[in-house]
């Protein structure tokens, strides 16, 4: 049985999360004042739009009223995406980022910014940019090689390559 009260929410609300087709990505208790304010960000291979956001918080909410894992005092459910920096920490979350800029934080010191090409269960397929013209390199992180990872926001990017990637992405940033 879990102990921590992240560990305990997270067993009650993950299958309600699931069961709308979405990942629960990270639940955070934080104390504002006297009220608490419970966290809760999900997203799916597919994005999260507001409608499916509206479904699972009603449902979460629903759920939190006819337990006590929340305790007898008030808080406020807060239901959102990771947002358009997202950090990478599970595989689903760079294949979920292909296409995209990212940063990387090296495990053996240093960083490197590149584009995620593709994803397996070993690591990621990059594609680092060319500096003062000359072109972009291939390059292969394992996961183990990755410290940390986060998406880079990308104004005006002019790569056509990956334009309905890219489209996609940007409706994305929009409802994030």
Do not use: C, W
């Amino acid at each position: 049985m879990s102990t921590t009260q992240s560990e305990r929410l997270r067993e009650l609300l993950e299958p309600l999360v699931s069961a709308h087709g979405l990942d629960l990505e990270e639940i955070a208790v934080d104390s504002v004042g006297r009220k608490r304010v419970l966290r809760v960000v999900v997203d799916s291979d597919t994005g999260a739009d507001l409608d499916r956001i509206a479904d699972v918080s009603r449902a979460l909410s629903a759920k939190l009223d006819e337990t006590d894992a929340m305790g007898a005092g008030e808080y406020t459910l807060e239901v959102g995406t990771p947002g358009a920096e997202r950090p990478l920490t599970e595989p689903r979350h760079y294949e979920r980022a292909t296409g995209r800029l990212a940063k990387f934080q090296l495990a053996q010191g240093g960083e490197l910014v590149a584009r995620i090409l593709t994803v397996d269960a070993e690591g990621v397929d990059l594609e680092v940019p060319g500096v003062k013209g000359r072109r972009p390199t291939a390059r292969r992180l394992t996961f183990e090689d990755i410290a940390k990872a986060r998406v880079q926001v990308e104004f005006g990017r002019k790569d056509d390559k990956n334009s309905s990637t890219s489209s996609e992405n940007d409706k994305e940033e929009e409802e994030a």
